[in-house]
C-alpha cells in the first residue's frame, strides 16, 4: 500500500517549494490560487516563498547597475567623490522600519555587486547591518573572508556582532573570523592584556589587511545603539555631544567635519582602528532616516566611505544641504 504524503509533510522537500516559486513567479498566479490548488492556506504559501529565498532555491537577482544609476545617485556621487551610490526608493510618506528594509535590501543587492572574489571583508554591527544579513542572498562569492571587527555586546535590540559576521559569510559561503572577546573591557590593562592574545592579536591584524568593509554609521540621539548595547552609558553620551561628536563608525566617534574624536572609552574597546577603516579601499556605509542626516553628512564630509546605499529622503536631504 502506497504512503499518502501530504503537503505539510513536504515542508522541507525542494522540489516542492521549487514548484511553489515557479507557480508564484514564472506563472503570476496570486498566493490564494496556489493555495486553493494545493489544499493549504495562503499563509502556508507565503512561508514556502519565504523558505525558498531563505534556502536559496530562489534567487532574485536585481542588476547592481540598475539601483546606482539614477539622476539622484550621480549627484550625490559628485557631490562627495564616492564611487557609487545606490539609492532606495521608499517615497516621503514612508514608515520607519518600511525604509530601513527596503534600504537593506537595496544593500544586499549591492553587495554582490561590490564584493570581489578573494576580497577579504569587515563586517561593523547594529540593525542595518542586520537587516543586510536577513536580506543577503544565498550566493557565493568564492574565496571570500569574512572578519568580525567589534567585539561582542549585550543588546536586546541588535543581532550581536559575531552572528551578523557569521550569518553574511554564510550567505555568501565565505570563511568567518569572529572576534573572541567582549566590546568593552572593564579597564584600559584588561584590554592591552586581551589584545595581546595570540587569537585576538591575529584577528586584529587582518584588519589591515580587509578589501571591503560594511558598516552603517549612527546618530547619537537618546535611542542610539551606543546606548541599548552598553557601549555609552547617558553621561558619557551627553559629554561626548558636549564636545561635537555627531555620530560613530564601529567603535569610532566623529565630529559635524568627519574628523575622528577620541573619547576614554576606546582604550577599553576590542574592535577596529579608525585607520583600519580608511585604508580599506571599498568602504560601504548603509543608511536610512531623516534623524541619521548630520551623521552620514560628517562620515562622507570625511571622506570614510566610497560606496553608499541610502534612502531617497535622506539623498535628497544631503543634497539639499
Excluded at 523558505?51 to 534567487?59: F, L, Q, Y
Excluded at 517615497?91 to 578573494?118: C, K
Excluded at 544565498?138 to 572578519?147: D, F, M, P, Q
Aim: charged share 20%; proline share 3%; with cysteine.
Amino acid at each position: 500500500m502506497a504512503t499518502r504524503i501530504s503537503p505539510a509533510s513536504q515542508t522541507r522537500d525542494d522540489a516542492y517549494l521549487a514548484n511553489i516559486a515557479l507557480l508564484y513567479y514564472q506563472e503570476g498566479l496570486r498566493q490564494n490560487d496556489i493555495a486553493t490548488r494545493l489544499g493549504v492556506s495562503r499563509a502556508t504559501i507565503v512561508n514556502y516563498l519565504k523558505e525558498s529565498k531563505e534556502r536559496g532555491i530562489v534567487d532574485i537577482r536585481v542588476n547592481g547597475q540598475s539601483l546606482r544609476s539614477s539622476l539622484l545617485s550621480k549627484e550625490l556621487s559628485a557631490r562627495y567623490r564616492l564611487t557609487d551610490v545606490y539609492v532606495a526608493h521608499v517615497g516621503p510618506e514612508a514608515e520607519a522600519n518600511f525604509s530601513l528594509r527596503q534600504t537593506a535590501r537595496v544593500a544586499a543587492m549591492a553587495f554582490h555587486d561590490i564584493v570581489s572574489p578573494g576580497d577579504v571583508i569587515g563586517v561593523a554591527w547594529g540593525e542595518t547591518v542586520k537587516q543586510i544579513a536577513d536580506n543577503l542572498p544565498l550566493r557565493r562569492i568564492a574565496k571570500t573572508e569574512v572578519c568580525q571587527v567589534i567585539g561582542s555586546m549585550e543588546s536586546d535590540r541588535l543581532l550581536s556582532a559575531e552572528d551578523c559576521a557569521i550569518q553574511i559569510a554564510n550567505r555568501i559561503g565565505a570563511r568567518c573570523h569572529t572576534l573572541h572577546a567582549p566590546a568593552v573591557l572593564s579597564s584600559v590593562q584588561l584590554a592591552e592584556s586581551l589584545r595581546e592574545e595570540p587569537s585576538i592579536k591575529t584577528q586584529l591584524q587582518r584588519f589591515s589587511s580587509l578589501n571591503v568593509i560594511l558598516t552603517s554609521v549612527g546618530g547619537l540621539s537618546e535611542n542610539t545603539h551606543v546606548l541599548s548595547s552598553g557601549i555609552l552609558d547617558r553621561n558619557s553620551l551627553e559629554e561626548l555631544t558636549q564636545k561635537g561628536a555627531v555620530g560613530f563608525i564601529c567603535s569610532s566617534f566623529i565630529k559635524q567635519d568627519g574628523s575622528p574624536l577620541s573619547f576614554p572609552i576606546q582604550d577599553r574597546m576590542i574592535a577596529i582602528q579608525f585607520k583600519d577603516i580608511l585604508r580599506t579601499p571599498k568602504r560601504i556605509m548603509v543608511a536610512s532616516g531623516q534623524h541619521k542626516l548630520k551623521a552620514v553628512k560628517a562620515a562622507l564630509d570625511g571622506g570614510h566611505v566610497t560606496h553608499a546605499v541610502l534612502d531617497d529622503q535622506l539623498a535628497l536631504g544631503l543634497l539639499n544641504e
